[in-house]
Every structure is written in C-alpha cells, then in structure tokens.
C-alpha cells in the first residue's frame, strides 16, 4: 500500500498492481465503499496494465480529510492528486470509475480540462446527485432540495450509528443492502461485503460526501468530459436508474452504453469478467489514433445503436 497526499495534507492510500511501465488504468470507488469493492477487476486487469486504486478521503485505509472538507471539490482534488502520481510525466490514463467516483471524476474535469484523462469507464455510475435514492435533485425546487438535504443528512448520520447496532442482526442488514446495491439472485457473499464496508464507514465521511453529493448534477457537467466515455449499466440497477444513465450518455462527446441484463449496481463484484472485458475493449478502441467519435448505445445482446459495433 503507498500514500498519497492531497493538497489539504490529506492521506490516501493507494494500491498498485502491473508492471511499471504498461498503459495506465486508475480506478476510482463509490460512496461507502472502498479498493477492495473493485474485488478481482485490478489483479485481473494487471496482466496488461498498471493499475491503480485509492480509498477515498475518510474510507477504509485512507485518512479523514485534514480540512473536514468532504465536497466533490475536495474529492475531486484528491483524484488530481492520485493523476499525479500515477503519470507524473503527464501520459495518458483511462479512469474507470463506480457510483459515486463518477461523479468525483466530472467535478474534476469541470474545474479544469486534464489532458491526462485518455478516456472513461463509468461502472455503475450516472454520475448525477441525488436527495434521496433515485430522486434527481436538479428536477425539484431550492426549498425541497433544502428540505430534503436536511432530512437525508440526520438519516444518515442516525442511520449509520444504528446501523452498526443492528449490523449483528444480519438478515436485516442484508436485506436493506439487498435492497439499495443489488440485484434479485445476486450472491449473498457480496452482499455481505458491501454491509460491512458501508456500516464500517466513518460516519463524518460517509454523511459529509453524500450531503455534497446532493447538490451535484452530473449531466450538467458531463459535456467537459472530451475523452471517449463507456457506460456500463446493469439493468436492474435500484440506485442507478436507465433515465439517468440516458441522460448521461445524450451529453457526452464521445459516449456508449453497454447494458448488462438482469445485473445490479455491484458490477465489480458481480460481474467482473463482464467489467474486465469491457475496460479491455475500451483500452483497444481508444488506443488508435483518428478514432470516430460520436455517442452510440450498445445492449447486452450485443447490438449497437446509433454508430458501428466495436470488438475487443
């Protein structure tokens, strides 16, 4: 495990696999979470790559932020920081980011074009804030949004407290879990996993990135995301819904959706053959230079709507 430290002297700590000198792959988490939610993408990926993931400021091994800052702003610089030290020359690197780490990733490329960013792979992720799980704040009015902020803000600082009393009552916890990260028929191992890092959160970390998570509206910030974007989206996604990965996907310069039927939020740990392949492909498809740009979709059965399949 190396550390990193961001501009506010926060600590992050980073694990690294592959050998040295292989293209890069920098993966960034969601809310809650941590590296180990990527469970066997990283080692499967470093045949090829270098690959590279950190625990978010306040997560897992990670310290909490010097500042008490936990905005996007300040996430987003975390992420800066780790660019730095996995290109300090300034080449390329793709970011493949879950769930919230989209988000961390657009508030990034909003602040300042980064020609270091080579491309994207959003897993799981529509990179929109939210009020409450699948309520997109920027369709309500400033004083709902406040209302709503308010009263998400003490759930969740409650929440995760109480969460930790119940977290031995384990049918109960999973089922919640179940409930918010997961499809019908996912494995309960995985499950398991995401309880415990997520009721093992700290809970300054956990309430102070959501709360500024709400105000953030991904589409809006999506256009200053230039390199070429891939979305995979698992159809049966309670967090993430189609709407909001179709929104995403209409802004972007250079976008395509792989839909992954019947599949949840917990792409990594659930589908990991189907992330490997797919960060394979896009590794292929954005090396050539002169590529086609232009947004397309493609389906888990493989078609493609809107420009030419693409194979990998």
Do not use: C, K
Not at 109 to 122: K, L, M, T
């Amino acid at each position: 495990m190396t550390d990193v430290t961001s501009s506010d002297g926060t600590r992050l700590a980073l694990g690294e696999w592959g050998p040295t000198d292989a293209p890069r792959l920098l993966l960034v988490h969601g809310l809650g979470l941590s590296a180990e939610s990527w469970g066997t993408v990283p080692q499967r990926l470093s045949d090829r790559y270098r690959v590279t993931a950190y625990d978010l400021r306040g997560h897992a091994q990670s310290g909490d932020a010097r500042s008490g800052d936990y905005t996007l702003g300040a996430h987003a610089r975390d992420l800066d920081a780790v660019l730095t030290h996995v290109a300090p020359d300034g080449g390329p690197v793709v970011v493949v980011v879950h769930s919230l780490g989209g988000g961390i990733l657009l508030t990034h490329v909003d602040a300042a074009p980064d020609d270091r960013v080579a491309g994207a792979v959003f897993v799981g992720s529509g990179g929109s804030g939210v009020t409450a799980p699948g309520l997109a704040a920027r369709h309500l009015p400033g004083w709902l949004q406040q209302t709503l902020r308010w009263w998400w803000w003490n759930a969740l600082r409650g929440g995760v407290r109480v969460g930790r009393l119940v977290e031995p009552v384990e049918t109960l916890s999973d089922r919640l879990v179940r409930r918010a990260a997961f499809a019908p028929g996912e494995p309960e191992q995985f499950v398991a996993q995401v309880r415990d890092s997520f009721l093992g959160s700290r809970p300054r970390a956990l309430s102070g990135t959501t709360m500024a998570s709400l105000s953030h509206d991904g589409v809006e910030l999506a256009p200053a995301l230039r390199s070429p974007t891939l979305l995979v989206h698992g159809s049966a996604d309670p967090e993430v819904p189609a709407e909001e990965i179709r929104e995403l996907l209409s802004v972007l310069a250079d976008g395509e959706l792989v839909t992954v039927p019947d599949a949840g939020h917990m792409l990594p740990l659930t589908h990991p053959d189907v992330v490997v392949a797919q960060v394979r492909r896009w590794m292929e498809r954005i090396a050539p230079p002169g590529r086609p740009s232009g947004s397309r979709e493609r389906h888990g059965d493989g078609t493609v709507t809107g420009g030419v399949p693409t194979t990998g």
